[in-house]
C-alpha cells in the first residue's frame, strides 16, 4: 500500500443538481465518522454538478475530481472544459484516458497525453487510466496494452513532482460487467505498472505514485483488493452512485 489509500467515485454520466444534494446529504454525514487519517476520498460529478458539489462538500473531506479536461487553456473547443476552469471550482483531479471515453469517443494515446500534460500543468493531479479488452486479454497482450498506454500518456511529463500523478488499473472487461479481476490479476498488472513506472521516473518516485484499481469495485470485494501490496486505492463506478455502497466501500479496513 502507499502512505495513503484513494477512493474516487466516478459517477459518469449521473446525478443532476437534485441528485447532487440528496447524496451528499445521506453521504457527508457519515463520512465525517470515518478515520480518513491514511484515506483521501474524492468524488467525480458530472461538470453540471460540479459548482454545486463543491459548495455542498465545502468544509468536508471529500475532493473534487473532474471526468476530464480539455489540453487547452481556453479557445475554439466547443464542449470542452480546461484544467484551469476545473482548477477554479475546487477541482484537484481529473480523470483521463477512462476506457469509455477510448473506446466510446475514440480518444487517442496521443490525445490522451496532451490532455495529461495540460492538467498537470494547471497544478491538478490527473488520474491516467489504462486497460485491456478481453479480446487483448485472451490473445496474452495485457502488458502490451497498458505498457503503451502508460508510456504514451506520460510521454509529455519527463519529470513528475511527488504526490502530482496517479494511475488507475481498469481492465475493460471489468467495468460495469459485474465480473472484477482478481485480486491475483489486478496486483499482477499493477506490479508491472510500478516496474515500468521505475524504468520511467526512477524507484523511489514510482513507489510514490498510487495505482489505483477499477472494475465493477464493490462493498464485498474491495477489502481483498485493497490488501494487495500494489493496490493503492480503488476507483469506483456503479457502487460510488449510492452513498450507502460507496461509505462501505471507503470504510474498509487498511
Given at each position: 500500500?502507499?502512505?495513503?489509500?484513494?477512493?474516487?467515485?466516478?459517477?459518469?454520466?449521473?446525478?443532476?443538481?437534485?441528485?447532487?444534494?440528496?447524496?451528499?446529504?445521506?453521504?457527508?454525514?457519515?463520512?465525517?465518522?470515518?478515520?480518513?487519517?491514511?484515506?483521501?476520498?474524492?468524488?467525480?460529478?458530472?461538470?453540471?454538478?460540479?459548482?454545486?458539489?463543491?459548495?455542498?462538500?465545502?468544509?468536508?473531506?471529500?475532493?473534487?475530481?473532474?471526468?476530464?479536461a480539455c489540453f487547452a487553456e481556453k479557445g475554439a473547443y466547443t464542449g470542452e472544459v480546461s484544467p484551469l476552469m476545473l482548477k477554479e471550482l475546487g477541482v484537484e483531479y481529473v480523470i483521463l484516458g477512462h476506457s469509455e471515453r477510448r473506446h466510446i469517443f475514440g480518444e487517442t494515446n496521443e490525445?490522451?497525453?496532451?490532455?495529461?500534460?495540460?492538467?498537470?500543468?494547471?497544478?491538478?493531479?490527473?488520474?491516467?487510466?489504462?486497460?485491456?479488452?478481453?479480446?487483448?486479454?485472451?490473445?496474452?497482450?495485457?502488458?502490451?496494452?497498458?505498457?503503451?498506454?502508460?508510456?504514451?500518456?506520460?510521454?509529455?511529463?519527463?519529470?513528475?513532482?511527488?504526490?502530482?500523478?496517479?494511475?488507475?488499473?481498469?481492465?475493460?472487461?471489468?467495468?460495469?460487467?459485474?465480473?472484477?479481476?482478481?485480486?491475483?490479476?489486478?496486483?499482477?498488472?499493477?506490479?508491472?505498472?510500478?516496474?515500468?513506472?521505475?524504468?520511467?521516473?526512477?524507484?523511489?518516485?514510482?513507489?510514490?505514485?498510487?495505482?489505483?484499481?477499477?472494475?465493477?469495485?464493490?462493498?464485498?470485494?474491495?477489502?481483498?483488493?485493497?490488501?494487495?501490496?500494489?493496490?493503492?486505492?480503488?476507483?469506483?463506478?456503479?457502487?460510488?452512485?449510492?452513498?450507502?455502497?460507496?461509505?462501505?466501500?471507503?470504510?474498509?479496513?487498511?
Amino acid at each position: 500500500m502507499a502512505k495513503k489509500a484513494y477512493f474516487i467515485g466516478n459517477w459518469k454520466m449521473n446525478h443532476g443538481i437534485s441528485e447532487t444534494r440528496s447524496y451528499f446529504e445521506r453521504f457527508l454525514p457519515e463520512i465525517s465518522k470515518v478515520d480518513l487519517s491514511q484515506k483521501v476520498v474524492a468524488i467525480a460529478p458530472p461538470f453540471t454538478s460540479l459548482a454545486f458539489a463543491r459548495k455542498l462538500t465545502e468544509g468536508s473531506p471529500v475532493k473534487l475530481c473532474a471526468q476530464n479536461a480539455c489540453f487547452a487553456e481556453k479557445g475554439a473547443y466547443t464542449g470542452e472544459v480546461s484544467p484551469l476552469m476545473l482548477k477554479e471550482l475546487g477541482v484537484e483531479y481529473v480523470i483521463l484516458g477512462h476506457s469509455e471515453r477510448r473506446h466510446i469517443f475514440g480518444e487517442t494515446n496521443e490525445l490522451i497525453k496532451k490532455r495529461v500534460k495540460a492538467v498537470y500543468q494547471a497544478g491538478l493531479t490527473p488520474i491516467l487510466c489504462v486497460g485491456e479488452t478481453i479480446e487483448e486479454r485472451k490473445l496474452g497482450n495485457t502488458f502490451l496494452v497498458v505498457s503503451e498506454q502508460l508510456k504514451q500518456g506520460l510521454s509529455e511529463l519527463v519529470k513528475v513532482e511527488e504526490g502530482r500523478l496517479i494511475i488507475a488499473y481498469e481492465p475493460v472487461w471489468a467495468i460495469g460487467t459485474g465480473v472484477n479481476a482478481t485480486p491475483e490479476q489486478a496486483e499482477e498488472v499493477h506490479t508491472f505498472l510500478r516496474d515500468l513506472l521505475a524504468s520511467m521516473y526512477g524507484k523511489d518516485l514510482a513507489q510514490s505514485i498510487p495505482i489505483l484499481y477499477g472494475g465493477s469495485v464493490t462493498p464485498e470485494n474491495i477489502a481483498d483488493l485493497i490488501k494487495e501490496p500494489n493496490v493503492d486505492g480503488v476507483l469506483v463506478g456503479g457502487s460510488s452512485l449510492d452513498p450507502e455502497k460507496f461509505l462501505k466501500i471507503v470504510s474498509v479496513t487498511i
